[in-house]
């Protein structure tokens, strides 16, 4: 499809090691492969005069039947952001890919989007989810606090310090410049994203410092800055240059390695509806995903998913009648401006306690009575803003962006506080000091099964699912 990766003076391609990897196995575009990738689909989209694309539209719900035993899709309800109209899309097949739940976290290396939309939508609609404890922390976000110039407005997203800077002979200090990974890890800094996360995380607490640095200035700077160009051009903007200075870092939430439950074709239990990238769990990252995985399974789990879907379009039927099968949402444009604005104010400041929750009680390292702790707060906040809401005239068919992400968050938050608990050892990703070790005999995926006693606004769907 076009996309550009780099080469090296022998005309291959130039694969870089990572976390976590025994061999240079990544194939790369300098530092921003994600974005090459991106660019290079979407160019071949656009250019497809078979594909559609509705720019501006908020998928609010899956729409679901149940038959017999079998739950169905039949297609997503959405809202055009910019003109407020609910747009309803009939279909045989639908496929998740929204990414993943960063932003249930205050500092996130994921796009202002990622707020687990596509796995609350499926849990509401009696998706099976799995594995959302395994939240991984990618352990090298830009540290604004440590910069020359501090930015003057608080980032959407964290900046994120690829680990490629480590797989290149990056080396982590504290503020005293102790290098500090050989003490918690043979590997040392190329230590797997976890044990990397975690060890910055206790030089942190152990001497209350925001963050640490990571060093490349001793490599040659023609290499620093053709490796790094993004990198080394972000910092700049802030007056460092990395090819002197360290580089001030700190762990955020980076990816989900949990979601919704597929097979191998991306399939899920509910019929019509498959799933691909870090929406989905498809097993493959296991409890911690290795650097540059996620990529290659997105790819192929997209790929893999194209015939079964077919299969499945050819043996369905649509019944014309199905788009008044279920009852509309409706744009909260009653209410008015003023209301509105007071509703849209009180969300933004519950997503941020939510967010300060997440971090403080399910962060890098976890306890049972924190996350026991988590799961009450999380639920009287939660009960809190809906009785906010109703109070102020919203009604429980209503739908707008910031409303609508903060159900979203909510149903995620509680899908990891609930996963996390009931996992008793640590592994991978979730690491708990009240069983600090790995269990072989709990060697087995959280799953957590539809259920239809979900009373609260974020945890059902909107309309009455219909039984055929």
Request: charged share 20%; with cysteine.
């Amino acid at each position: 499809m076009g996309a550009s990766f780099d080469h090296g003076e022998d005309g291959n391609l130039h694969l870089a090691r990572e976390g976590g990897h025994s061999h240079r196995r990544i194939v790369h575009a300098a530092d921003m492969t994600g974005r090459e990738i991106g660019r290079a689909l979407l160019e071949a989209v656009v250019k497809d005069p078979n594909i559609y694309v509705f720019q501006h539209h908020f998928a609010i719900d899956l729409l679901t039947t149940q038959d017999g035993s079998d739950i169905v899709c039949h297609g997503i309800d959405t809202i055009n952001t910019e003109t407020q109209e609910v747009i309803r899309f009939i279909s045989k097949v639908t496929l998740l890919a929204s990414g993943g739940a960063g932003h249930i976290y205050p500092s996130t290396t994921n796009p202002p989007v990622a707020t687990g939309d596509g796995m609350a939508m499926a849990h509401r609609a009696q998706a099976v989810i799995s594995n959302m404890e395994f939240v991984q922390f990618h352990p090298t976000a830009l540290a604004d606090e440590g910069l020359p110039i501090r930015p003057s407005n608080a980032r959407e997203n964290a900046f994120l310090i690829t680990e490629a800077v480590r797989g290149d002979g990056g080396i982590l200090y504290n503020l005293d410049m102790e290098r500090f990974m050989p003490s918690y890890d043979e590997r040392a800094e190329l230590a797997p994203r976890d044990v990397v996360a975690r060890s910055i995380d206790d030089q942190l607490k152990k001497r209350g410092e925001e963050y640490v640095l990571l060093d490349i200035s001793h490599k040659p700077t023609e290499k620093i800055l053709s490796h790094f160009p993004n990198i080394a051009a972000e910092c700049l903007r802030y007056g460092l240059d990395i090819t002197q200075q360290p580089i001030p870092v700190v762990p955020a939430a980076h990816y989900m390695c949990g979601g919704v439950r597929a097979g191998l074709e991306g399939e899920t239990n509910v019929r019509g509806l498959y799933v691909a990238g870090e929406v989905a769990c498809t097993g493959l990252h296991g409890a911690n995903r290795l650097a540059s995985n996620s990529l290659a399974e997105a790819l192929v789990f997209a790929r893999r998913a194209v015939q079964p879907s077919i299969d499945h379009m050819n043996i369905s039927k649509i019944d014309h009648s199905a788009s008044s099968w279920w009852a509309r949402p409706v744009a909260p444009l009653l209410l008015g401006d003023t209301v509105l604005n007071k509703v849209i104010h009180r969300t933004r400041e519950v997503r941020k306690e939510l967010q300060s929750i997440m971090w403080e009680y399910v962060g890098i390292v976890r306890s049972t009575s924190r996350l026991t702790l988590a799961e009450t707060r999380i639920i009287e906040l939660e009960l809190k803003w809906e009785r906010y809401l109703f109070q102020h005239g919203w009604e429980p068919t209503m739908v707008g962006l910031e409303a609508c992400e903060m159900r979203n968050l909510f149903c995620c938050a509680k899908l990891v506080v609930s996963s996390a608990l009931s996992r008793h050892e640590s592994r991978g990703l979730h690491y708990t000091i009240d069983f600090p070790h790995v269990e072989e005999s709990k060697r087995l995926p959280t799953v957590i099964f539809p259920s239809q006693l979900n009373s609260s606004w974020s945890s059902r769907q909107l309309h009455k699912q219909q039984i055929c």
